[in-house]
């Protein structure tokens, strides 16, 4: 039942109120007028510019010019108005006895002047940088307004490929830049929130024949707080943030309170959401004497639309509003934002609120600034979209015969005379598949997850030359997950009287650091020194968990619940555990400086050095690990004459090294206590002497910008070995443990990343907007450890193997493979006529892409603004698992169409006689189902599609006579279509977003299109 949607219609009264409240909040004080001046801001083609910032200085006095460029606001006899805008140099007016002012306000053409937020959340002029960097703005970020903001910015940067969960609104999202580096670890990047790391703890459980996605940091995020991103996406960049910068840096800063006049923004969206994706399904032939199967050679007319008919219509609706202002001393940012979102599963709800408070003080004479900030999030999400077999509506739907009626089951519960309850209403007992909506509604699944991250700064600048900065900050998350199994689910996976999964857990994260900033010039030569200190403590997964499964039990087991039904603590069987949960504790203490010396603003060398001591080394010797880093830029432009079209023109170099952080709880592993009493010994070797991983990373660069700067390229080569990597191997008989863990190993990450800006149209009335990001990665094992005779699994289930060997890659799938002659034909067996397979899994291909390309525009004409975003991964595999299961069941359309045609077309051999044709059935029974050929279905993992559109327009209401400054109003639509898809699902939606099931279709979610409006308003 679709939850109401909810309109809040607030009347003009309740608006003054409001803002009324808001100028309190920001300090701002009302400026008494004296004078009237009018007055139009022009660029230097004589165009107006609509939306400049007047501002009396000094006070929270100001207007913004409308769609003609003019202006009329009153102000103080002595005023100097301060005149600025986007991408143009900021002017300072005395008004002395003037009525009426013009302006021409000059492009700032200077790209590269522009500073850009770096590791620690130290800012830096973009053009000294000697790293690769790319900034996403939160114009960007929030043109579609996805969800979750991580996902929306996939295809718009280099070298960075985005997965999302396929488990819909609230789901978890995989970044990875410049490709895996570590065998055990994460290659993740590290996330930063105002220069502070941010708790990311992605959860999912994918074990038997269960899967589902938790969500992680990143959806509790509100993106509409983001002013902008910067991806440092090499440990070159990040090397300041130690060991959790290996993987690279999302760096993300918040929205502030500006100086001026009180803004109110206010931002509402609808969008609706199709399943677009299902599989290839035949709804011709049913099944044979009431099989679950559909393998009759009889065709008949059978209903074709209950698979689609059993999808809803989604919806999402995202407001957020905001209140921003101050004075010269104080500034204050205030934003609500709430999601509500139904998905394309029916029941499926994502409720999310996030609050946010910013403010900001000077003191002794503005030597001292004091920030605050807090932010509280909470969401709640009831049946989560799942994946896999067991617990996941798509496979009744998908399986059900042909030949019966879905409605007959609509009623998914019969009441038993013989229980005195009621009783799922299916037509087989199947460990694969119930009754699709006694799943929904009969065993819900429910998560609750708050969190509030603190923050405190205080800097004070000594001098113009020397600063301080101190901050504080705390992170802390509560979860609760919930999921009821009433009596007569899944024997499977329910004992008779139900199934109770209850988890409950907690992270936080203290953090604390103190930076001192020195910046001086002498002469020709720039001195930029950094220099700190941080510590930060970590906990993880700290909790406790039951669960009454019990599987193989056949619906018996001890672990039944004292009464049906009854999801209550004090109805757990006697001997039911409170089992303690805890992922991970680390405390981590660093030593850090940089220096960055300029020459002639053409020449930058960067040098820093890092040293960390690390709570998961104690005991080793090895706790305290140094790693160093430099780079060098090059500005071509400045030291020598350029032709006129090279606006600007540099090359860059960079060299770091980085500790990579290792496992919790390997130094000395301890025995625990079981849920049983008693007691599971530790069969691990202590690994007294572990070292930290080390990843060592050069890249060079280049950056060019020509023709007024409406053609740039930058362009990035890579080169990353990663050592010392953290390996099991099996213990030697007789010494008393299983395993023991060694350091060893190479891993090499290389490739190109580019990004190709071009301004193909720029007039007074059309402006296009374009960029093309490119990249290439190649990872390669290069050695593991001579004792290790297996490749090392990162993930697996029936017949489907993700693993690696010396020589190979991380991300190569093994399958069984069709057993052939020396000829390439399919083996028969002599006697049955079934296709053989190996009697081990294989490789057959690498999960991740060759190279990934996206394609983003923007138009503008007037008013009026098109974007659209055209994304593509090329090479690589996916494994579907459902296709596999939908031949065997004799559901899939090419199981239809070989009967069609009476046969099956193969290549095979059998008795030494070449075969061409085999029996439908014999064919796709033994290829399909749970544990049959994978080679079969590995697919070409390449799509193009269109990501994202947005057409907009800008209104102006001062010109209505309304109340409100602008406002602008936009179609937007996602994931319309696919140029190409050579996989029988959507690829880029993951099976869940850990590196072990990648691009792995079993039962996923399908994917889908979503179609909808947004409305922006300010005031």
Same mark, same amino acid.
């Given at each position: ?32 007028a ?5 007055? $139009? ?12 910032n ?11 010019t ?13 005023a ?11 002017q ?12 021409t ?15 620690l ?10 790293y ?49 580096? !570590? ?17 990311n ?9 269960? /899967? #589902? ?16 991103i $910067? ?14 910068? /290996? ?6 800063t ?114 001292? $600034? ?63 598949? !119930? ?23 205080l ?18 998350t ?10 007569? !689910? ?10 109770y ?56 087991g001890?672990?039944n ?6 999801f ?6 006697t001997n ?113 002497t ?8 050069t ?16 362009? $990035?080569?890579?080169y990353?070995n ?16 299983t ?34 990001? #490119?990249?290439h ?7 593991l450890h ?9 993930g ?57 390309l996206?394609?983003?525009n ?42 069609d ?12 006689q ?55 109003? !936009? ?7 696919f140029?190409?898809?050579k ?37």
């Open positions: 039942m679709k939850m109401k949607k909810e309109m809040i219609f607030v009347k003009a009264d309740t608006w003054r109120r409001i803002f009324f409240t808001a100028c309190i909040l920001v300090g701002s004080l009302s400026v008494y004296q004078k009237q001046i009018s007055g $139009t801001v022009k660029d230097a083609l004589g165009d107006p510019v609509a939306g400049a007047i501002v009396e200085k000094g006070t929270t006095n100001g207007v913004t409308n769609p003609d460029g003019n202006f009329s606001l009153s102000v103080g006899n002595n100097v108005l301060e005149i600025s805008y986007i991408g143009y140099v900021k300072e007016i005395s008004v002395g006895s003037q009525t009426h002012i013009n302006v306000l000059l492009e700032d053409t200077q790209v590269l002047e522009e500073v850009v937020v770096t590791a959340g130290i800012r830096r002029q973009e053009k000294t940088l000697t690769a960097q790319q900034q996403v703005s939160s114009e960007e970020l929030l043109k579609v307004r996805d969800i979750n903001f991580a996902a929306a910015m996939s295809g718009k940067m280099a070298g960075a490929e985005i997965k999302k969960s396929a488990s819909g609104a609230g789901g978890s999202t995989k970044m990875l830049l410049r490709g895996n580096k !570590s065998l055990s670890g994460s290659s993740s990047p590290l996330f930063v929130i105002d220069g502070v790391p941010m708790a703890n992605r959860r999912s459980y994918a074990g038997g024949m269960e /899967a #589902y996605d938790m969500g992680d940091g990143l959806s509790q995020i509100n993106p509409d707080d983001i002013e902008s $910067t991806i440092l996406k090499g440990s070159n960049a990040a090397a300041m943030y130690g060991s959790q910068g /290996a993987n690279g840096v999302v760096v993300i918040t929205k502030k309170g500006e100086e001026g006049k009180v803004t109110v923004n206010f931002n509402t969206g609808t969008t609706f959401e199709t399943v677009t994706y299902l599989p290839e399904l035949q709804f011709k032939y049913g099944s044979v004497n009431g099989a679950k199967e559909s393998w009759s050679y009889d065709a008949g007319n059978y209903d074709d639309k209950f698979v689609k008919d059993f999808f809803d219509t989604g919806f999402s609706e995202i407001n957020s509003f905001s209140v921003s202002g101050g004075t010269s001393k104080m500034t204050t940012f205030f934003s609500y934002g709430n999601v509500l979102s139904e998905g394309t599963s029916p029941t499926n709800r994502y409720l999310k609120h996030n609050f946010t408070l910013r403010e900001s003080a000077k003191f002794l004479n503005d030597k001292l $600034t004091l920030t605050s900030s807090i932010r509280v999030s909470a969401e709640k999400l009831h049946n989560r979209q799942p994946a896999q077999y067991y617990l996941n509506p798509l496979t009744a739907i998908y399986f059900f015969p042909r030949d019966r009626n879905i409605n007959d089951f609509k009623e998914y519960q019969l009441w038993s005379e013989e229980r005195n309850m009621y009783v799922q209403n299916w037509f087989v007992q199947d460990h694969h598949q !119930s009754n699709p909506w006694w799943i929904l509604n009969k065993q819900p699944r429910d998560e609750d997850t708050k969190r509030l991250i603190g923050n405190v700064a800097n004070y600048d000594f001098s113009e030359k020397l600063s301080l900065a101190l901050r504080g900050n705390y992170d802390y509560t979860r609760v997950y919930e999921r009821k199994h009433a009596a007569t !689910s899944n024997a499977t996976t329910t004992p008779t009287n139900g199934r999964d209850y988890e409950e857990s907690k992270d936080n994260v203290s953090y604390a650091d103190a930076i001192m900033t020195y910046n001086d010039k002498f002469g020709d030569f720039s001195l930029n020194a950094v220099a700190g200190a941080s510590y930060q403590r970590s906990v993880y997964g700290d909790g406790f968990t039951i669960n009454t499964r019990s599987y193989g039990s056949g619906g018996g001890s672990q619940l004292l009464y049906p039904n009854i209550e603590f004090q109805n757990l069987p039911q555990k409170f089992n303690s949960i805890f992922s991970s504790r680390l405390i981590k203490e660093s030593l850090f400086a940089s220096l960055t010396f300029g020459f002639r603003d053409m020449i930058y060398l960067d040098l820093s050095g890092r040293n960390d001591w690390a709570s998961s080394l104690a005991g080793t010797g090895n706790e305290s690990y140094f790693y160093p880093s430099f780079g060098l830029t090059l500005i071509l432009n400045e030291m020598f004459s350029m032709p006129e079209a090279i606006n600007f023109a540099k090359v860059r170099a960079s060299h770091a090294i980085v500790g990579n952080e290792v496992p919790f709880n390997v130094v000395n592993p301890q025995h625990s206590i079981n849920a049983t009493n008693g007691i599971s010994r530790n069969t691990v070797m202590p690994f007294t572990m070292k930290p991983e080390m990843i060592k990373s890249e060079f660069g280049i950056d060019l910008r020509t023709f007024d700067n409406r053609l740039g390229l930058d362009f $990035t080569y890579y990353i990663s050592q010392n990597q953290f390996i099991s191997l099996p213990a030697l008989a007789g010494s008393g443990y395993s023991y863990y060694v350091n060893a190993g190479k891993i090499v990450n290389q490739g190109i990343e580019a990004t190709l800006r071009i301004v193909p149209i720029k007039t007074s009335e059309w402006t296009w907007e374009s960029a093309f990001n #490119y990249s990665n190649r990872n390669k094992v290069v050695r001579k004792d290790l005779q297996n490749p090392i699994g990162t697996g289930t029936e017949g489907y193997e993700s693993k690696f060997e010396a020589g190979g890659s991380i991300s190569d799938i093994w399958v069984y493979k069709y057993l052939r002659d020396d000829a390439g034909r399919i083996i028969l067996d002599d006697a049955t006529g079934v296709p053989l397979k190996t009697q081990t899994t294989e490789k057959i291909g690498n999960l991740e892409p060759k190279w990934i996206g394609w983003n923007t138009i503008d004409y007037k008013d009026f603004s098109l974007s659209f975003l055209i994304s593509g991964k090329f090479g690589g595999v996916t494994f579907s698992q459902t296709e596999s299961m939908l031949d065997g069941y004799g559901v899939s359309k090419r199981s239809a169409e070989a009967r045609r009476g046969y099956e077309i193969i290549n095979a051999v059998r008795n030494g070449a075969v061409t044709q085999i029996d439908p059935k014999l064919w796709y029974t033994s290829i399909g189902d749970r544990n049959g050929v994978g080679e079969a279905y590995v697919f070409d993992r390449t799509n193009v599609r269109l990501s994202q559109v947005a057409l907009s327009y800008r209104l102006n209401f001062k010109k209505m006579g309304l109340p409100l400054d602008y406002a602008t109003l !936009s179609l937007i639509a996602q994931n319309l279509f140029f190409v898809n996989s029988p699902f959507d690829p880029e939606l993951a099976f869940e977003t850990s590196r072990n099931f990648q691009s792995y279709d079993n039962f996923n979610w399908p994917g889908s299109r979503s179609i909808g409006f947004n409305l922006n308003v300010t005031f």
